[in-house]
């Protein structure tokens, strides 16, 4: 999964790229989890908020093991996209500090790993919803342990 990266120019009606979805038409407005990944329901409408942001990373850094991707040399983090995301919806005005989503409020956010051959695959949702998904290679001695079964780490708020 990579970043959305914006395109020069920033016009009206230009498209730009967005986690999980071909090109979308560029906007002024708030990024919604709804513009920036392949969720659906209340959570696609609602603005990415601080406290989901802090919320995803407090999860990603409770899972025994897990690195993530983009400070581990390339890749994708759910938290690191939020945080970005969530300081630009401060900017405009659409969240405050600590703010938080009705629906990452009210049904949380969490990170799983689960074993499988040759490393681990790391699910993160908020809402119940996958906002990301990678996989890790292991360590032959790593193996060993993860074969005992996944780990999981929820943070609701």
């Avoid at 983009?70 to 939020?82: K, N, T, Y």
């Amino acid at each position: 999964m990579a970043q959305p990266q914006p395109r020069g120019g920033g016009g009206e009606g230009e498209q730009v790229p967005v986690q999980g979805k071909e090109a979308a038409p560029a906007h002024h407005g708030p990024i919604k989890y709804g513009d920036a990944f392949e969720v659906k329901g209340e959570l696609a409408g609602q603005p990415i908020a601080p406290r989901d942001a802090a919320a995803m990373r407090a999860a990603e850094e409770k899972v025994p093991g897990v690195q993530v991707p983009q400070e581990s040399g390339g890749g994708f983090s759910a938290a690191g996209f939020m945080e970005q995301a969530a300081q630009y919806n401060q900017a405009l005005g659409a969240v405050q500090p600590g703010q938080a989503s009705d629906a990452a409020a009210a049904h949380g956010v969490n990170v799983t790993q689960d074993a499988v051959a040759g490393g681990r695959i790391v699910t993160e949702f908020v809402a119940g919803q996958a906002v990301g998904q990678y996989a890790m290679a292991e360590e032959p001695a790593e193996q060993a342990k993860a074969a005992a079964g996944g780990t999981t780490a929820a943070r609701g708020n």
